[in-house]
């Protein structure tokens, strides 16, 4: 897919940008603080309807005004489609060829987006709530039942844990409420555990190759699903509900006492091996930046592989903290078929021989210029 144009109204530090004529490589060239990662923010925004970097869609407003819009045409296989995304002080909406689309997860999809950003290296290093937002954010983009599911699984737990902490304050015994909510719970969980593995195994064959391909063959890259109940390797949506079921059971007076749910989703982790040896651990930090790099790599070919097309790559000042060698080679990766983005504070720090046909855009102050 191809992005024909963007235009932004009241966008963080953008009054208002009308830009066109995008290119298959494009260079965002600009001071710090100019704007160069509210434009990469804009482009994920219309692919996932919420930011990166925020929670708060509020924040996406331009200081002082009362609503924001990004719009964009995307090119796609079977037309042209104008996608846009409105944020007020009272909600967001969305619409697509000027229809507005009562839910936002028709909208997600339209556009598709892999953003590579410094704070990525966190996927490897950081917490285990990173690696899960990681999940969900690039499974929700592929297949919008996920957010169904998502969805219905935190308003579950919510309630559940309410209840728990009841149970404890009472003393009461609320068993059969208990589990209702069990059932719930797990009905919703066991979806998104499969669909999690199902991501996770795919995930891995792409990585471990581009992973290769980066480190010249000297490394080999294992992603691993660290599931909070049973085993990793277990799809079957019967035995996974089973299996579930016996854990709450199990846990309920430690989840009483402590109030809180104590297994499902929300307590998965993934782990990050390179040559057998823990990288969140054990890995330089050059080897953690290949592997977060690999991931996003690999997700670029998965989207390929599911909805038939490439998605658009952001690259967010990464590409000048790679050498010449690892330049080139990653932007003649996907030269042909996947439209990018790259930011960059200077254009000398960007060296691939490769980079002479890009667009080069300029921003300053709010304000893109050729
Ligand atoms: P760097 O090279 O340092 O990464 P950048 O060009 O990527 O810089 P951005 O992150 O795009 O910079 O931010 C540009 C400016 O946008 C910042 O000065 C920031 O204060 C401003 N900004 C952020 N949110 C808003 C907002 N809601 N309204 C107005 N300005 C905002
Ligand atoms: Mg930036």
Partial sequence: MYVNSLTLSNYRNYETLSMESFGSVNLLIGRNAQGKTNLLEALLVLALTKSHRTS???????????????????????????????FSQQGKRASLNGLEQRKLSNFVGSLNAVMFAPE????????????????????GQVQPSYLYHLQQYQKVLIQRNNLLKQAF???????????????????????????????????????????????????????SYLPSF?????????VLLEQFMIKLSQMRDQEIRRGMTLAGPHRDDLAFHINGNEAQSFGSQGQQRTTALSLKL????????????YPILLLDDVLSELDPYRQTQLIETFQSKVQTFITATGIESLNASRLQDASIFHVQEGQVHR
């Fill in 56 to 86: 708060k869609d509020k924040e996406l407003i331009c200081f002082g005004k009362d609503s924001a819009s990004v719009q964009a045409e995307v090119e796609r296989k079977y037309g042209k489609i104008q996608l846009e995304l409105r």
């Fill in 230 to 238: 049973g085993v990793a390797d277990e799809e079957d949506e019967a």
């Fill in 169 to 223: 304050n009472s003393g009461s015994n609320l068993t059969v409420m208990l589990e209702v909510w069990n059932e719930q719970l797990a009905e919703h969980g066991v979806k998104i555990i499969r669909k999690r593995k199902q991501f996770i195994r795919k995930l891995q064959r792409w990585a471990q190759q581009i992973h290769q391909g980066i480190t010249g063959g000297g490394e080999v890259l294992q992603l």
């Fill in 298 to 309: 690999a997700e670029i070919e998965l989207i390929h592989e599911e909805i038939g097309e």
């Fill in 120 to 139: 990525d290296l966190e996927i490897v290093k950081g917490t285990p709530g990173v690696r899960r937002r990681f999940l969900d954010m690039e499974i």
